[in-house]
Nanobody
Framework: QVQLVESGGGLVQAGGSLRLSCAAS????????MGWFRQAPGKEREFVAA????????YYADSVKGRFTVSGDNAKKRVYLQMNSLKPEDTAIYYC????????????WGQGTQVTVSS
């Protein structure tokens, strides 16, 4: 089992920055990947960024490349999402997720943290 808790969301003006944090506990050593997703009102959940620990690779959605940076510690205890140059369309609930298998769907999810970008 993995427990995930997000923090760092809030209200920010367009062009501003926020840093989200995800604290993980439980079987963190078994995590193959941890990622960030977001869901805006009336929209489907959307992939944002991820760290694949086993492959030593980082992935970003095209919509956030050059603006967002995902990072984490080697113990797989925390994952961060630095968000710069925020736009109103970034407004969403942001979720941290973990996958304990080499591939497939993410298994565990945090409760989410609200990010609101005003224009």
């Amino acid at each position: 089992q993995v427990q995930l808790v997000e923090s760092g969301g809030g209200l920010v003006q367009a062009g501003g920055s926020l840093r989200l944090s995800c604290a993980a506990s439980g079987r963190t050593f078994s995590s193959y990947a941890m990622g960030w997703f977001r869901q805006a009102p009336g929209k489907e959940r959307e992939f944002v960024a991820a760290i694949n620990w086993s492959a030593n690779r980082i992935y970003y959605a095209d919509s956030v490349k050059g603006r967002f940076t995902v990072s984490g510690d080697n113990a797989k205890k925390r994952v961060y999402l630095q968000m710069n140059s925020l736009k109103p369309e970034d407004t969403a609930i942001y979720y941290c997720a973990s996958r304990l298998r080499p591939s497939g769907e993410y298994d565990y999810w945090g409760q989410g943290t609200q990010v609101t970008v005003s224009s």
